[in-house]
């Protein structure tokens, strides 16, 4: 009938719903447990699978060696010559929690960790999953429908490899956004703390909070991370000694101001091969040192914050409830924004997430064009067609900025899915 509701429709949900889904499941699972099959054969039986062979690319043995450091109360960020990427971020209380296991064999660490990491990324699917329940129902089949992508999604495979904490972070902000959603400040609060002493990027979920004017909420929460990070900060201190801490605590503090100054743009870091793919590196990997490229990244950056900013300004202004489909349109873009405004754009990790959410949404050109993010989701498939063949243009990676366009993609259909539900709202 005529002005009937229209149902969604999951564009190549259906195939996946009805036909042969049990085998599907079956290929993928396969999938997954060779890879975690390799990864822990590898961590077993490879002969130079040791600490000092994996320093010049697991993110693991930068927290080992930062752990070493505390324990022997030595520097631990590197504040003169930088001249690696493989550097220690984090609050120091991080490698202090860790000290207990540098002294471990690197092969049991990393295999504790693999575990780790194995269970965050899960649990992330599942938070986020019920985050969805809270914001979008109706979105749920759509998620349901996807979940394979989940667990053939590359950036996952890539994380768990070089042992990188992100996986940790996709979890922690999914139960930062449903405590925020579920108006719990105590648990938001906790979850917030740990957040900030690992990779602070990942507190885009407290734009909720702001956005849609739940001011007393977000005060009680800020509050409990600040007075969180004091006691968190006064006990490392008392643990390593006054000297050493405060020591310590002010070279964290100095790293992370001139973090983006000192960054080291040389070889493959320079070059896409390592798959960074920040706005910068964009910029330096096709024109090389020119002294308009800070001027251009930082515009590019303002762009974003910007379509970001007035899209907030608009639901601000229309106080819009919490509990609407436009708060997980906002986690996605909060997101993706906090990741483009890095002078390192490392993963996409968590944009599996917002992919799943947008092959629900009523818009098929929409649904569409956030396709595009499977060849980044993919690539690994893509590498091994690559290998396969000798054609080695077929890996993306190496010539184009493959995560920044995949971030872009998924940054362009949420603001369209934003921008629409804000209209059709007044």
Request: proline letters at 4%; one cysteine or more.
């Amino acid at each position: 009938m005529i002005g009937e509701a229209q149902p969604r429709v999951f564009s190549l949900g259906q195939p996946f719903a009805q036909v042969q889904r049990k085998r599907l499941w079956a290929a993928v699972l396969i999938w997954s447990a060779l890879h975690l099959l390799g990864f822990l054969g590898a961590m077993l039986f490879m002969p130079d699978y040791t600490r000092d062979e994996a320093r010049s690319w697991s993110d693991l043995v930068t927290y080992l060696d930062a752990a070493d450091a505390i324990r022997n109360q030595t520097p631990v960020y590197e504040l003169d010559g930088w001249e690696d990427v493989m550097a220690y971020h984090y609050h120091p209380a991080f490698a202090l929690v860790l000290s207990p296991f540098a002294g471990l064999p690197f092969r049991v660490v990393s295999v504790l960790w693999l575990g780790v990491l194995v269970a965050a990324y899960l649990g992330a699917i599942r938070v986020w999953y019920r985050v969805l329940e809270h914001l979008s129902p109706d979105a749920r089949p759509a998620y349901i429908i996807w979940l394979p992508m989940t667990l053939l999604f590359s950036e996952w495979y890539a994380n768990l490899l070089y042992g990188n904490i992100a996986g940790v972070l996709f979890f922690l902000s999914g139960l930062l956004s449903l405590y925020i959603v579920q108006q719990k400040p105590r648990q938001a609060g906790l979850v917030a703390l740990l957040i900030v002493l690992l990779k602070p990027q990942w507190l885009f979920p407290l734009l909720l909070p702001v956005i849609f004017r739940r001011w007393r909420f977000f005060l009680t929460l800020a509050a409990y991370v600040v007075v969180g990070y004091v006691l968190v900060s006064l006990i490392f201190v008392g643990l390593m000694g006054v000297e050493y801490g405060l020591d310590t605590l002010r070279d964290y503090f100095k790293f992370l101001t001139v973090l983006n100054d000192v960054y080291p743009w040389t070889g493959k870091t320079l070059a896409f091969e390592d798959m960074n793919h920040s706005w910068r590196q964009i910029f330096l990997s096709y024109f090389g040192f020119q002294d308009w490229i800070s001027y251009a990244s930082e515009g590019m950056k303002v762009l974003m914050a910007g379509l970001v900013g007035w899209l907030a300004f608009k639901t601000w202004r229309q106080k819009i409830d919490l509990r609407s489909e436009l708060a997980f349109c906002f986690l996605g873009l909060g997101y993706l924004l906090a990741m483009a405004l890095l002078a390192q754009l490392w993963e996409l990790l968590a944009g599996i997430v917002f992919f799943l959410y947008l092959q629900s949404v009523n818009d098929r050109r929409v649904r569409r064009f956030s396709l595009l993010f499977l060849v980044y989701a993919l690539y690994e498939l893509i590498a091994i067609v690559s290998f396969a063949t000798g054609v080695e243009w077929l890996f993306l990676p190496t010539s184009i900025p493959l995560t920044m366009l995949a971030l872009l993609i998924l940054y362009g259909s949420l603001a369209v899915v934003t921008y629409q539900k804000l209209t059709t709202n007044k």
